[in-house]
């Protein structure tokens, strides 16, 4: 028997779903790709070979950035091309994360306020490090925003890859070696105040809208009442230890970068109205546990973590900001003696990628290794 698929839940469940809950657009779209993801709907090539006449019929993927069978291709050519960023120097593992009171406001508001996550922790970053007492240098690192917990739970924070080290205002590297630069209970205090204000700006220019569990802060003494518990909690940011080397860095950034809320490997079994999962217990050591919960109540906790319609989630900043990258890297590398990685894939079609890294070769028959030649294209089903 196949192990379950998160493509299982969805056709299963979905309908059942839809009596309960109506999806956004976005989440509608999302779904449907997931259940027509490599089958006819989404269109096949036919193809035959030359020598032995084997046939072999191949479906289309969704490629949407939410289907845990479509990510893997992505990945490995982004993470590929990130081999020219990184430097052989420490890099932070530093996360962002906000009181569970803002969730409702924040699910709320998805895009403006993921948006000032990313605006308050690089106002954070790039404030501290300039300054003398801390490091004194213009650092590069990369925010990527993650809105689950291990249980698909509601919890959006921000993953930042952070290079220890950067250029002063001469242009001169400046570094700690394996020792952070940037006290956590500064970046706690700094965090908060600047995510509030920006928080405080956008209610106060009525931008702000309140749904669900959200609503009663459309009444500003609640709203209020909301403020002063946020300012009166402490923010606990979270700093993993340093690790060295380029090709270290690129493995860790993998495991962050093309991440969704849950992956098919995690899906234990489907039963009756149920589904079961394997989770993080945080509170027993991280140690992994199952987890059963309904069907329908699986897909609605996977489409809480769909992205606002062309929402970026990896983005650049510092020394990485696209307009001066080439040259600040450069700069460093020559400082620091180190040499630049260079992409294997960049130049590569899809079908050479497949061959290059798990050797599966197109166009090559898998009965008698004869030429394969394509038959037919049926086009997909879905507009």
């Given amino acids: 028997m196949n192990k379950p698929t998160v493509q299982d839940i969805f056709l299963k469940f979905y309908s059942e779903y839809l009596e309960k809950y ?24 036919v193809q035959v070979c030359e020598d032995c006449g084997c046939i072999s019929i191949h479906y289309n993927s969704c490629r949407n950035r939410c289907c845990p069978m479509c990510q893997t291709l992505p990945k490995e050519k982004w993470m590929d091309m990130r081999k020219e960023d990184v430097l052989d ?80 205002k001469n242009k001169h590297w400046k570094d700690k070696g394996d020792k952070f630069f940037l006290p956590v209970q500064v970046i706690s205090k700094v965090f908060r105040g600047k995510y509030m204000e920006e928080l405080k700006s956008l209610w106060e220019d009525g931008k702000l809208k309140f749904y669900g569990s959200s609503e009663k802060y459309q009444n500003r003494y609640e709203f209020k009442s909301l403020i002063d518990t946020c300012y009166s909690k ?57 987890l059963t919960i309904s069907g329908v109540e699986f897909i609605r906790r996977f489409l809480m973590h769909v992205p606002p319609k062309r929402f970026v989630r990896i983005r650049h900043y510092g020394l990485l900001c696209s307009r001066m990258k080439n040259s600040n890297l450069t700069l460093c590398r020559n400082q620091l003696g180190c040499k630049k990685y260079i992409s294997e894939l960049r130049n590569m079609t899809s079908a050479q990628i497949l061959d290059h890294l798990w050797g599966f070769k197109v166009g090559i028959c898998k009965h008698c290794g004869g030429k394969v030649i394509d038959h037919h294209r049926q086009k997909p089903l879905l507009c």
């Fill in 234 to 290: 402490e923010w606990i940011p979270h700093c993993k230890k340093t690790f060295n080397g380029a090709q270290s860095v690129i493995k860790y950034l993998g495991k962050y970068t093309h991440r969704i809320a849950i992956s098919n490997y995690r899906i234990i079994r489907i039963n009756g109205e149920n589904v079961t999962f394997s989770v993080k217990d945080y509170r027993n050591e991280g140690k992994w546990k199952e």
């Fill in 22 to 45: 109506t999806p956004s657009a976005e989440q509608s779209k999302v779904s449907n790709a997931i259940m027509n993801c490599k089958t006819s709907r989404m269109g096949a090539n």
């Fill in 89 to 168: 120097a420490p890099y932070f593992h530093l996360v962002f994360t906000v009181p569970a009171e803002l969730n409702p406001v924040i699910y709320s508001n998805q895009k403006l306020l993921y948006d000032t996550l990313y605006h308050a922790a690089s106002a954070t970053i790039n404030d501290l490090s300039v300054q003398d007492k801390y490091l004194g240098a213009n650092v590069g690192y990369i925010c990527i925003l993650h809105t689950w917990g291990s249980e698909m739970n509601y919890h959006p924070h921000i993953h930042t890859i952070l290079l220890g080290g950067g250029l002063d």
